[in-house]
T-cell receptor, first 109, second 116 residues
Framework: GIQVEQSPPDLILQEGANSTLRCNFS?????LQWFHQNPWGQLINLFY???GTKQNGRLSATTVATERYSLLYISSSQTTDSGVYFC???????????FGTGTRLKVLA | NAGVTQTPKFRVLKTGQSMTLLCAQD?????MYWYRQDPGMGLRLIHY???????AKGEVPDGYNVSRLKKQNFLLGLESAAPSQTSVYFC???????????????FGPGTRLTVL
């Protein structure tokens, strides 16, 4: 089945710093989402981005489906950005979503 | 709109007991999913449904059963709970025909299950 890898696994930033999180996938996909899991365990939708680039405030994401990767950019990070960031892809041959193992982000004040 | 809701939020079971987790969505979504998340890990798909009356196995289906008798509800059953099933269970839904086939997943708040 499709493999999803995220990097880096852990990231520590000072407040105000910028960061780039990466999601690589091993086969063609027809959906890709980025989620933020906050310290209370809630999964928050960030981007639905099968291809192209989207921006929402300090966050933006780019998916290059032909090269099988997606990037999540966080600018001017805040302590509330702390948590785990997951990408999830839907295998184009099925209805199944596969999650990456996540990037654990800690933003220090 | 409540979105996706899950009942209960917490549950403690003894080994061998049974229980049912309920997921409900009010977005008229066609697809529904059950995942489990173990500490420090990503989410793994247990079972899913692409329509009322249909279900299919995901990555880790053993020990679980599901039913989707109504479009808005998706039930996850544990017939004989085991300590290995201690986890946080998330339900999700997606795909609205009325919204032009938009396929973004939306998640419920999760159910924390402990099996002693």
């Amino acid at each position: 089945g499709i493999q999803v890898e995220q990097s880096p696994p852990d990231l520590i930033l000072q407040e105000g710093a910028n960061s780039t999180l990466r999601c690589n996938f091993s086969d063609s996909v027809n959906n890709l989402q980025w989620f933020h899991q906050n310290p209370w365990g809630q999964l928050i939708n960030l981007f639905y981005i099968p291809s192209g680039t989207k921006q929402n405030g300090r966050l933006s994401a780019t998916t290059v489906a032909t090269e099988r990767y997606s990037l999540l950019y966080i600018s001017s990070s805040q302590t509330t950005d702390s948590g785990v960031y997951f990408c999830a892809v839907r295998d184009s041959g099925t209805y199944k979503y596969i999650f990456g193992t996540g990037t654990r982000l800690k933003v220090l004040a | 709109n409540a979105g996706v809701t899950q009942t209960p939020k917490f549950r403690v079971l003894k080994t061998g007991q049974s229980m049912t987790l309920l997921c409900a969505q009010d977005m008229n979504h066609e697809y529904m999913y059950w995942y489990r998340q173990d500490p420090g890990m990503g989410l793994r798909l247990i079972h899913y449904s692409v329509g009322e009356g249909t279900t299919a196995k995901g990555e880790v289906p053993d020990g679980y059963n599901v039913s989707r008798l109504k479009k808005q509800n998706f039930l996850l059953g544990l017939e004989s709970a085991a300590p290995s099933q201690t986890s946080v269970y998330f339900c999700a839904s997606s795909y609205s025909i009325l919204a032009g086939g938009y396929n973004e997943q939306f998640f419920g708040p999760g159910t924390r299950l402990t099996v002693l």
